[in-house]
């Protein structure tokens, strides 16, 4: 039995028979979503067990009635709803009163079950300037900032193409994000900086990244175009900027967001070993 079909007919064992864990070297720490097992028909708990078993740490974007799944394998819950949604959110005022609610609330369960990051958007422009938007995402932020600050939570804006998949998102653009975190000025509120989206709009990754890594509390990964597995079929060097990250002694978790076009499991464990720097 070779390599390539070795990790598809272990998919097929029992759980219990599927116990060694891969050693990784830790220096980031990665986690999954359940896009990354796109096209099986894994359970969540499925996913979990093989995420762990590949030598993730974390699994991303999974609400609370979810989190004892992960932790049972040992995963971390590593981001969970915020506030918004990516069309609608923090850069119209008239949402505000709406959504502090829902951010407070789900930043008590976040840091009541050992949950780092909470998400949130900008939303869409829809007319809305980016210096009005830049003003009233600041404002709502520094409502909840301290919120954040006494839970131990961060709260992420997420950094969305609008060229491809996004149309009309208002945080596509780093220096955004940036403005928002100069003028919050918390440790707790941060960027979201997803490489797949930002590669789209602006490229020069690892640049960008040194210069503004202040600001950024966690990454998502996706190959470009198509947003599928990292491999040699798409435009970005994944092992270079995941030395970056790890010669700044990032933290938090490098999660990826991906959708496979190749056995899931085998893709997987090349994106873990790609970015086990």
Not at 217 to 238: C, I, K, L, S, V
């Amino acid at each position: 039995m070779n390599r390539r079909n070795f990790v598809p007919t272990l998919a097929a064992l029992p759980l219990a028979a599927q116990q060694t864990r891969a050693q990784r070297k830790g220096r980031l720490k990665q986690a999954v979503t359940r896009g990354c097992f796109r096209g099986t028909n894994f359970s969540l708990d499925e996913m979990a067990h093989h995420a762990a078993r590949l030598g993730a740490t974390g699994f991303d974007l999974i609400g609370e009635a979810d989190w004892p799944t992960l932790k049972k394998h040992g995963l971390v819950p590593t981001m969970a709803p915020g506030a918004g949604s990516i069309r609608d959110a923090l850069n119209r005022k008239e949402n505000h009163e709406k959504l502090e609610a829902v951010m407070r609330s789900n930043l008590d369960k976040a840091a009541a079950n050992g949950v780092p990051n909470v998400i949130t958007f900008s939303g869409n422009r829809a007319g809305i300037s980016d210096e009005e938007a830049i003003d009233n995402c600041a404002a709502f932020l520094n409502k909840v900032k301290a919120h954040a600050e006494d839970k131990g939570v961060n709260i992420c804006m997420e950094y969305l193409n609008s060229k491809v998949n996004h149309p009309d998102y208002q945080f596509d653009r780093m220096k955004f994000g940036v403005e928002i975190c100069k003028r919050v000025n918390s440790p707790r509120v941060k960027i979201l900086y997803d490489i797949y989206h930002a590669q789209i709009m602006e490229g020069d990754i690892i640049r960008t990244i040194r210069d503004n890594f202040q600001h950024i509390a966690h990454f998502h990964t996706a190959g470009n175009p198509g947003r599928h597995e990292f491999d040699d079929t798409q435009e970005m060097n994944y092992l270079g900027i995941a030395r970056s990250i790890a010669e700044l002694k990032f933290s938090g978790w490098v999660a990826h967001e991906y959708t496979p076009l190749k056995d899931a499991l085998t893709s997987l464990d090349e994106a873990l070993r790609i970015c086990d720097v």
